[in-house]
């Protein structure tokens, strides 16, 4: 993602563990800064990971 504005991120990314596990997911990657490993476009200044053990939980997230 390419964040624009800070403002919000705190009072966002708060909630985000709890969502995520209301959904049977984990957070496998987040907190480090995106590596390019191919490619030329723009990186990301905001990457993140999350596993779900099935579509069915996935898709309503």
Do not use: Q
């Not at 993602?1 to 997911?25: A, K, Q, T």
Request: with cysteine.
């Amino acid at each position: 993602m390419e964040i624009y504005s800070r403002d919000w991120l705190e009072e966002c990314f708060v909630g985000i563990p709890d969502l995520v596990n209301r959904h049977n997911g984990a957070n496998e990657v987040c907190g480090c800064p995106p590596e390019r490993l191919e490619g030329a476009g723009k990186m990301p200044e905001a990457a993140f990971t999350v596993e779900f053990p099935d579509r069915i939980y996935a898709t309503p997230f």
